[in-house]
């Protein structure tokens, strides 16, 4: 069965300095992997995908997040971040693109300093 | 489009009464799921529905819960006898889905379940 790790709990960063949220898959099979953000009472949105292609993909709000198959890990990454980030971030992995099950990470929560 | 709906938000039971929640998906959605999100958890895949059939309800917490799907277009999800440990946030997502591709899954805001 698959499975994703989200090493830390928690993490604070300054506005305007780099984030890097890590995550880890375990799963036989070419992974179909996403990255969601939750805020407080807001439901989860998603901000990017990876099904194939091109290892570095783009996402909503300046994030970005890399695979690598060697390393099993989808890290997520935005150059300067805005205090309007802090929030939940769960990463998660799917057995298809058809988002029929997905399996998520335990979060990491974002805050950040003035 | 309003968004995935989820009545009510907050729902305060005692134990060993039943509660049903509603999720309302976005109206093209053919595809519906429902997870479970625990303190300190990321979400827990329950089940899910394409149309009215339900496609996966092995995970399932226990015969307690059920779902359905009747015409293809709201849910509801049951938990019957409630207990302490069902409290949680229940969270409902719908995708337009084709084969084994489809669209993103969009979250609702989801229904927080206190069982005292």
């Known amino acids: 069965a698959q499975s994703v790790t989200q090493p830390d709990i928690h993490i604070t960063v300054s506005e305007g300095a780099s984030l890097e949220l890590r995550c880890n898959y375990s799963?036989?099979?070419?992974?179909?992997l996403f990255w969601y953000v939750q805020s407080p009472g807001q439901g989860l949105q998603l901000l990017l995908k990876y099904f194939s292609g091109d290892t570095l993909v783009q996402g909503i709000k300046g994030f970005e997040a890399e695979f690598k198959r060697s390393q099993s890990s989808f890290n997520l990454r935005k150059p300067s971040v805005h205090w309007s980030d802090a929030a939940e971030y769960f990463c998660?992995?799917?057995?298809?693109?058809?988002?029929?099950?997905?399996?998520f990470g335990k979060g990491t929560m974002l805050l950040v300093s003035p | 489009d309003t968004g995935v709906s989820q009545n009510p938000r907050h729902k305060i039971t005692k134990r060993g009464q039943n509660v049903t929640f509603r999720c309302d998906p976005i109206?093209?959605?053919?595809?519906l799921y429902w997870y479970r999100q625990t303190l300190g958890q990321g979400p827990e895949f329950l089940t899910y529905f394409q149309n009215e059939a339900q496609l996966e309800k092995s995970r399932l917490l226990s015969d307690r819960f059920s779902a359905e799907r009747p015409k293809g277009s709201f849910s509801t999800l049951e938990i019957q006898r409630t207990e302490q440990g069902d409290s949680a946030m229940y969270l409902c997502a719908s995708s337009l889905g084709t084969g084994g591709g489809g669209t993103e899954a969009f979250f609702g805001q989801g229904t927080r379940l206190t069982v005292v």
């Open positions: 799963y036989g099979a070419t992974p179909y």
């Open positions: 109206s093209e959605h053919n595809r």
């Open positions: 998660a992995v799917a057995l298809n693109s058809g988002y029929s099950t997905l399996t």
